[in-house]
């Protein structure tokens, strides 16, 4: 699997530019993870929700859907692809160092 | 002492568990009583065809009392909350229900209401959905009388029972408007939440393909936040936009409101935590739950509830017996896929393995994953085996709960396409 430099640490990564190993993860590291998808700054909000798609990681061992997220986050749906334009399940996750979410089948 | 067995729901799952139960626990050693608010139970498979004028909405009717063994007592009382730590249901007249094991066969709600503007102007007059015998049946009238024009197929948000519905709508639009003879005048239009027609990735090369081949166009990763009935427009969560002379959506889907309003069972969705092996609930050890009313990571399917029957009636009778329950559904979900004009494909998954090629139940069988019109009559003979074999909890002859590996072609080791993935 590829790696990655992230605020001085090699991270491994999978093809999609998720973490493999959720443990790597630092806070230091996700401006510079936002920054290579395009978020050039992370505000209050933004760390609103990277602290609870941790929080859920942890304790459910895997990141919220974008409509869970917005039931329990505090940020409304609308304000989340504000926030993570495009798919903010996916991209909160990709910052937040933990594993693409699941979907449903 | 006689035990109290309480089912919550007289659908699917919650009538097959108590049949099986009933037949495999002797009546002076527990009792048995399922609780529903209605005493109607529609065979939601047939629910697709209904629009196309296939099925007379009358036929898929049934009452949920006759589905039922004698020594199952139906309770037509509508639920308010579970009390977990109380062992007791508390019904909506404030009466209560005491047990000693509970099942929780909710099954899925529909909250359309949940969709910025879905139920505003033009519900059910531009905008419908075939989930509902009420939609189903004003779908069928919108569709006759329509001449031309857009018509797009969108799913809100993932999870939705039986997801892959909506894309036989789509196939079933596609024969019903050339039969009409005005099928080049139907621009028809696939909306999903998803990356792709269909989340596995063989399933999808496959479904996707159908799709183009029957002129239907596709819209990815659309996240629907806002329908505009009036305007005849969906308008996705990042801005993008796409019009619409009819729609067919299929609506946000949550747990049922009892299970939302009892304390500790359910998620934020209202489906109920649950062990996805042994079936038994995250809320308590007496706490059991079955097909839709489930968080387990398997599709919504009456397939599902059917194969967790086998295993759940067991380890409902492992745990009175105060013996260790057996982690033994491995997420057998099982669709026939209507692909028009008489034809149907079907799939056959589970938690690990993805819908691939092949043969079902083995090697001589029904072909996997391919049209023929052999499928379609497996889908048609479905309804009888539904109301014969599915509810009574009976099993189907060499069609076992765990997924047969036989007839199968599965990707070998070491391939690029992944045999195993999480969901």
């Not at chain 2, 998803?194 to 399933?203: R, S």
Request: glycine fraction near 10%.
């Amino acid at each position: 699997m590829p790696t990655v430099t992230y605020a001085g640490t090699e991270v491994t990564v999978n093809d999609e530019g998720f973490f493999a190993d959720p443990a790597q993860w630092r806070p230091e590291m996700a401006p510079q993870i936002a920054a290579r998808e395009g978020i050039t700054e992370l505000s209050e909000r933004h760390w609103q929700v990277i602290k609870f798609m941790r929080h859920e990681y942890e304790a459910k061992g895997t990141g919220p859907t974008v409509r869970v997220l917005g039931k329990t986050s505090g940020v409304t749906v609308k304000e989340l692809y504000q926030l993570f334009p495009k798919g903010p399940a996916k991209l909160a996750a990709k910052i937040a160092g933990i594993p693409k979410p699941r979907g449903c089948i | 002492m006689t035990k109290r067995i309480a089912v919550l729901g007289g659908g699917t799952g919650g009538t097959l568990i108590a049949n099986r139960l009933r037949r495999l626990l002797d009546r002076a050693d527990a009792d048995i009583v399922v609780i529903d608010a209605d005493d109607e139970h529609i065979y939601q498979p047939g629910l697709l065809f209904v629009p196309f004028g296939l099925a007379k909405p009358g036929s898929l009717i049934r009452p949920r009392h006759r589905q039922l063994r004698p020594g199952v007592t139906f309770r037509r009382a509508a639920v308010d909350r579970v009390d977990v730590a109380q062992d007791q249901v508390r019904l909506a007249d404030g009466t209560t229900v005491d047990y000693d094991v509970l099942v929780i066969a909710t099954g899925a709600r529909l909250v359309p209401e949940e969709t910025e503007g879905l139920t505003g102007p033009g519900w059910m007059e531009k905008v419908f959905t075939f989930y509902t015998l009420d939609g189903a049946v004003a779908l069928e009238r919108a569709m006759s009388r329509f001449a031309g024009g857009r018509l797009i197929v969108a799913v809100m948000d993932m999870p939705v029972k039986c997801p892959v519905a909506p894309l036989e709508f789509c196939f079933l639009a596609d024969s019903y408007f050339r039969e009409r003879g005005i099928r080049d005048k139907v621009e028809l239009t696939y909306v999903t939440p998803l990356d792709g027609a269909f989340t596995k990735p063989v399933c999808n090369r496959e479904l996707s393909g159908l799709l183009k081949e029957k002129g239907v166009s596709v819209i990815t990763e659309f996240n629907t936040g806002e329908v505009d009935g009036a305007g005849g427009r969906l308008v996705s969560y990042d801005g993008r936009e796409t019009g619409f002379d009819m729609a067919v959506v299929v609506p946000l889907h949550s747990g049922q409101a009892c299970v939302q309003r009892s304390p500790g069972l359910g998620d934020e969705l209202g489906f109920v935590p649950t062990d996805p092996a042994t079936l038994q609930s995250k809320a308590a050890p007496n706490v059991f739950a079955i097909g839709d009313a489930t968080d387990v990571p398997t599709s919504k399917a009456g397939s599902v509830a059917h194969f967790e029957g086998e295993v759940l009636a067991r380890n409902i009778t492992r745990y009175l017996a105060g013996e260790p329950l057996a982690p033994a559904f491995d997420g057998h979900t099982n669709c026939f896929i209507e692909s028009g004009s008489g034809r149907a494909l079907l799939i056959d998954f589970n938690y690990d393995t993805e819908p691939v090629t092949g043969r079902f139940p083995a090697r001589i069988g029904l072909p996997l994953l391919r049209q023929s019109r052999l499928n379609h009559l497996g889908k048609l003979a479905f309804s009888w085996l539904y109301w014969n074999v599915l509810l009574p909890g009976r099993e189907i002859p060499a069609v076992r709960s765990q997924m047969p590996v036989a007839g199968k072609r599965l990707p070998r080791r070491g391939s690029p396409e992944p045999a195993r993935s999480p969901r």
